[in-house]
Structures are given as structure tokens and as C-alpha cells.
């Protein structure tokens, strides 16, 4: 039992930290988070974390049952959450803009970092239409005995927690690598984090859009 759960894990983790990828995630959560304090963009890396391992476990465990409850097809899902990502990807090119142009940024509360935790932070731009398509389809297996049930949920729990140890990790320091590279490289770097969720957003669009023509000439 003990081989299966560590092979279950290595598969979880392997097939979801690509995509989620919190290392190039973290030049997005410190564009959105660049007039927080220090202990504000700790608090939202934690929370962000959190909201990253229950979307993922439940996207797991229970993902393919909501989807057939509601009659909803993956590549819908896909659709849907492609056209979220680019929506999201222009209001980031939009907000750069304005805040090199130096216009003033009103100031953040707790109610706003609560807020921002989940949307946009969580879902889409950390946890998106791709990573949860992943995260059904790997819990998208035939029910079997106990034994196999038990590993599948401990599997889901511990590979769920890992993704969310990163994101933690690459967001609670994303400072430092804002000073690593200084404010050239990281105007830079921003830029681009700007633009990739709108091109990822397209090409999630695509993919839906894609599977969808595919289902309808089948």
C-alpha cells in the first residue's frame, strides 16, 4: 500500500506542478500584490495556498460528480475558464499601465486581501481551468475496493498539500526575487507576467473549443 501511495503521489505531483507552476506564478502574485505590506503578502501567499489545496482535493475526490450533477463536460469547463484567464490576463496589462504612468493606488484593507485571496489570486491565476481539468482527470477512476479508494484519497491529500507547500513558498518570496533582479529586471518580468495569463487564456480557450468540435463531429 505504502509503494502504491508514493507512486500515486509522484504522478499527482508531477502532472499538476507544470501547469500550476508557482515559480512562474510568483511575478503575477507580486504585480497584484506590489502596494501590500510585507505581512499582508505573507498572509494572502498563505491563504492562496489554502485555497490552492481544497480546489485541488475537491477537484480530485469529488470533481467528476459535480461536473455529471450539473451536466457539464470538461471542455466546457476549459471554455469557460479560458475566456476568465484572458479576461483576467488584459485587467493585469491594463492595471501595469496605469501604475507606471504613477497614478496613486488607494490603500489596502484586510476585507481587500480576504477578497483578492480567492479571486483573482486563487482562481484562476494560480489554480486555473487547466490545473483543475488535470485534477478531475486524475480522480477520474473507476471506483474500486477500499484498499484502492483509501490510497487514491490519501494520495490526493498529501500531493494536493505539496502543490500548496510550493505556491506558499514561491509567493510568501516573491520579494526576494523582485531584489534579486532589480527594478529593470523585474519591470521586465512584469510586463511579461502580464501578458502570459492572456496568451494561457487563449490557448485554454482553444483547447476547450477544440475538444468541444471534436465531440460534436464524433
Not at 483573482?120 to 473507476?142: D, Q, Y
Not at 529586471?185 to 473549443?209: D, H, K
Request: aromatic share 6%.
Amino acid at each position: 500500500m505504502l509503494l502504491e501511495t508514493a507512486k500515486s503521489i509522484l504522478l499527482i505531483v508531477s502532472a499538476l506542478f507544470p501547469i500550476v507552476n508557482p515559480i512562474g506564478g510568483s511575478p503575477v502574485f507580486l504585480l497584484l500584490t506590489q502596494d501590500y505590506s510585507k505581512e499582508s503578502r505573507k498572509l494572502l501567499a498563505r491563504r492562496v495556498a489554502i485555497n490552492s489545496f481544497i480546489l485541488l482535493i475537491v477537484s480530485m475526490v469529488v470533481g467528476t460528480h459535480i461536473l455529471s450533477f450539473f451536466g457539464i463536460s470538461l471542455p466546457v469547463v476549459q471554455v469557460g475558464g479560458g475566456l476568465i484567464v484572458v479576461s483576467t490576463g488584459w485587467a493585469m496589462l491594463t492595471r501595469s499601465d496605469q501604475v507606471d504612468r504613477g497614478q496613486s493606488q488607494p490603500a489596502v484593507t484586510q476585507e481587500d486581501i480576504l477578497r483578492n485571496a480567492f479571486y483573482p489570486l486563487t482562481l484562476p491565476l494560480t489554480v486555473g481551468p487547466g490545473s483543475i481539468s488535470v485534477a478531475i482527470t486524475l480522480g477520474a477512476n473507476e471506483p474500486g475496493h477500499l484498499r484502492a479508494n483509501l490510497v487514491a484519497l490519501i494520495s490526493a491529500a498529501i500531493g494536493a498539500a505539496l502543490i500548496a507547500v510550493t505556491i506558499y513558498i514561491c509567493y510568501r518570496y516573491s520579494a526576494r526575487l523582485a531584489a534579486a533582479v532589480g527594478p529593470s529586471g523585474m519591470n521586465v518580468i512584469l510586463r511579461l507576467s502580464s501578458l502570459l495569463p492572456a496568451c494561457i487564456g487563449v490557448q485554454i480557450l482553444r483547447n476547450g473549443v477544440g475538444a468541444l468540435v471534436k465531440t460534436l463531429n464524433g
